[in-house]
């Protein structure tokens, strides 16, 4: 039998990419969460254990941990407060103990690249101190230490990208001429493979990073070259750390919170000192700042995305992966069948359902621009097909239509249905998708959205009570 892994906050980025990759490798997997409902809708939830945990509970630590051969440590407490590197300690020394007490064999730890015996955040001195205490136990523990990752869904990278996308003069602290070596998620996730099947590497602190040593701020400037962006940077030698944090707050997906810890990290630079990532793994070769950025921004399409959004919630907008999205569901008492017959009839004569007059003055703007406007449909939809000024990406019966919008605009947009049988009932999901390409991008989407908000809640409203009128289950 294949040995059982326990991966610690299971909800975040890395262990977002992780998983799949150990799943791939046949290994079984119990994924360890604070709130297991933030996991239901990952597409690896039911190939894994999901268990209820929280390291600053020991008590729920022995049951997850029963059995477990290995274990990732992959939390941090960053939105907790100003107090998180107390808490960050306290869980790291309860997982540590509650691992030695179970037999674990094995810890392995992603924290933060920075100089230890340097002036270095507060933030990064968590980071070291969260690996030491990991250590005070007997398990041998491999820590990883990690500049900026780059890949979509990244903390670091998200701020990178919002806020280039959006300023054109991006002002900063002089710290952003401290250096940094980031690496690409990809490799990052390579590296923590490589740790478990690598017994030399136990025990070690191995330093991380890309061939590629820049400053923060040329980061943030070969971001805007990849995009196309004209961008200025200027540096002045103070600004208030909560004033950039409540900036970045409003800008982009990470919270004032989180900004503060991570902004003020760039006091001191984050590089790789040492070979020993080289001479432990000597078959994996990060890739360069330019082909990760390459690489990540070829991911700017709803297929790519693990959809982060509360099943609870009927409404809900936000910033991810470089998209503005509007996600709204309802129940309807009618079969997955008769809702997904419904979705492929709209547009062409039949209209669609709500504010149709808007949709057709939508599309004749969109030709006096030079767009296609209004092309009608064909009888019956498949993949690549032509829904007025939408194309079908992706069309799965009775469970997902995905439309691409062949608008002119500032930017890439997709309409999405997710269909999901509920009991005697469905639960309808419709995204609206938008990736803005620079200011206008985001200047487009927030002028345009008391109109969104109004048509896509109708459209919802619409496509909901004709579902019930059109049948039930049969």
Known sequence: MPPLLLVTGASGYIAGLLIPQLLQK???LRCLARNPARLAGRSWADKVEI???DPLQPETLPAAMQGVQAAYYLIHSMAS???YPQRD???ARN????A????IEHIIYLGGLADPNGPISSHMRSRIETGQALCESHVPVTELRASIIAGPGSISFEMIRYLTEQLPLLVGPRWLRNLSQPIAAGDVIAYLLAALETPACRGEVIEIGGPTCMSYAENLLAYARHRGLQRALV???YLPLPLMARGVGLLTPVPPAIAHPLIEGLKAPSIVQDDKAARLFPHIRPMDYSSALREALQGLTPEGVELLYDPAKPVQTFKQDGFLLDVRQVEIEAAPEAVFRLLTSLGGQRGWLFADFLWKARGGLDRLVGGPGLRGRPEVLATGEVVDFYRVQAIEPPRRLLLYSELRA???GWMEWRLQPQGASTRLTQIAWFAPRGLPGFLYWYVLAPFHRFVFAGLLRALARRSRQMGGWQ
């Open 81 to 83: 407060g100003k107090d």
């Open 235 to 237: 540096t002045l030698p």
């Open 95 to 98: 997982f540590a103990r509650a």
């Open 51 to 53: 268990v209820r945990g």
């Open 26 to 28: 046949g290994y079984r």
């Open 410 to 412: 500032p930017g890439q």
């Open 89 to 91: 300690l306290l869980a």
């Open 100 to 103: 030695q007490s179970a037999g």
